[in-house]
């Protein structure tokens, strides 16, 4: 028991320090020899870095946190806000630690956006895939959706983003690395995304049919996916109806249209994709 408490806190810790040191290999190797610009803190704490180049941007990342933890302190929790403070931290401190030796990749600022948005996305992946943040803008974004519950979390840190890079690019006339760090932070995005929830994603998909059966047992065959029957009613028709919900693989998207087709041409059918499928024939669950 005492053991698996031990494995349940020390995974957690190694993760955050792993992805902490990688997110401040890439910002170093990359991102601000480059004079690229993140979002978040980081980011404001690198334009400030660049216009002074007196006070290291590790050290500013944390006085910029230390209110915004204050405030989020006492209107989200304290005990919300540890495990950021512990990532924010060391973070902070790597970014400093490593730029005294980290070599720089290269001066061209595409492979510098591609590259560090790589290299920083995974570090920042892996802290988030153990329970913790960064600090700073998550911070903030969490504390407006309180207020403002009809906004998204995501919409809210990209319009950030979007107004520290604004400022970036007004203040040193330099839109064409302005772009760059906007490129950096989509790919960043999308390896934060690849770490949590896989490259296997997949979709749901909707199916209603007068032939319900029939493509139930093709699907069921022929693509070894399950089928889960839903009966509605039609709202214009009045009829009974017969719903396929279908969690399948992207590669298989186009077989399972083909037999749709195939079977009823009629077919209505609704597609969308998701995040995550956990279960038999896909990812599964985490302990």
Sequence with gaps: MIKKQF???????????????????GYNMFVYPNALVTGGITGISTVINYVTDIIPVGVLIIIFNIPIFIIGGKILGWRFLISSAAGMILVSAFIDIFSIFSPVMTKEPLLAGVFGGVLTGLGLGIVFSAGASTGGTDILAKIVRKNFMFLNMGHIVLAMDVVIIGIYSIIFGKYDLALYSVM?????????????????YGKVVFIISEKAEEISREICGKLQRGVTKLYG??????????????????RQIVDLKRTVKEIDPRAFVIMSETREVLGMGFQDFEE
């Design 233 to 250: 009613r039609g709202g214009w028709s009045n009829e009974d109806k017969t719903v396929l919900l279908v969690a399948i693989k992207k």
């Design 7 to 25: 494995r349940s806190v020390l995974k957690p810790s190694l993760l955050v320090i792993i992805g902490s040191a990688l997110y401040a290999l």
């Design 184 to 200: 950096m932070i989509y790919v960043e995005t999308r390896i934060i995304d690849v770490v949590l929830y896989g490259l296997n």
